[in-house]
């Protein structure tokens, strides 16, 4: 699917700059303008951990180019090959920067970005060209742009949806859910700047662009330092989880790795993005309780104590945490860690299962892995929820046996 959507992309991308370099560009200003716009917003573009888009000005910009018909009350005359065309050369004037410093956006993001605004453009352009639109008139020129937007927007999803999909492995279901979820917020922005501005410059002119973009930047802005905070109470969180490691109650890097395999197993079993994020956190600090012990565990592996004592020093963890202001959601994961799985909630069945594999792993040596992946199979009619050993199974298989996912 990737390389499809790649191939795609790049025909259109070979087809628009043909018919532009062929044909010659048409209204000139208009088309620099929205080019100009376009380049600042891949300037201004970021790679934050929390981004669904990372140049929100220029996706605007695009859409907005896409979507446009007049200017001053003066009809346009460029076609959905010189947007698509204007956009592509704009983006990669507006990468220049970042490629420089090694940090220049992905194939993927160039492809979304000419798919995108050329499904805009090939929807809006003929049509306003052959005078349907003007036709409507009024709120249902609206209410149209708004229709199309929202097609615009699902495009867009799809396609950073089965993008993923291609890349990672991962089910494309719960991908797509979390592409349409993430669409509400900066995707909303994005859209209704992108309408603004078209309608704004088809009245007053070219002057609407500078005015219409200043919210959006300081939108990209305000998210960026929220972005920032999360980032650091991620951080905190996985500091707290570490202090385990630093008394001798676990290995150096136990909690990190159970989290990154949990959120990866999570995701194998379609969990929502807000889901990854408790079972990231649970997983970090599914450990806290052991604190209370007076002498460590070998290894950490409280499954060889009685059930009683393992169930203590789950709530005493469960404990800890609300204590800390994490959310009531992690803190209910730690806590369960000790009951019979078919009482667990999911996320909490995940961190039991990645814990117990991880410790096996430990304690068996070079041959850690398939032996402690076949312990866990025996363990299932009793100990651990059989879909999440066998998805456990298939992440391992797909990553080679590692897993490699940013936590902090």
Known sequence: MRRLVHVAAGLLTLLSLTHTLTTGLDDRTVALSFGLLVALGELTRWSGPE?????????????SYALLGETAGRATHHGALQVVAVVLAATLVGCVP??????????????????TAGFAAVCFQPLYNQGVFEAWGGPAYVLLLVALLGLTSLCDAVLAAALAHSRTGWPFGPLLRDELRATLGIGTAVCATGVVMALAVAVVGLWALPVFSLPLLLTQLSFRRYAAVRATYRQTIASLARATEIAGYTPAG?????????????????????????????????????????????????????????????LLGGAVVRQTGVAAAVAVVVERQADPYREQPVSARIVRAVNAY?????EAGADGPLRALEELRLGTGRDYQPEVVESLARVLARNGGAVHERIG
Request: charged residues 25%; without cysteine.
């Open 358 to 362: 991880e410790e096996k792993v430990w």
């Open 51 to 63: 981004s669904r888009e990372a140049a929100p000005l220029a996706a605007a910009g695009a859409l």
């Open 98 to 115: 970042h490629v420089a410093r090694g940090q220049g956006p992905t194939a993927d993001h160039l492809a979304r970005r000419v798919l």
């Open 254 to 314: 136990h909690a990190r790795r159970v989290a990154v395999l949990s959120r990866a197993v999570g995701r194998e079993l379609g969990l929502s993005e807000p889901q990854l994020t408790v079972l990231e956190y649970a997983a970090l600090m599914h450990d806290i309780g052991q604190l209370s012990l007076v002498d460590p565990v070998p290894a950490g592996a409280t499954a060889v104590l009685p059930m009683e004592e393992q169930r203590r020093i789950a």
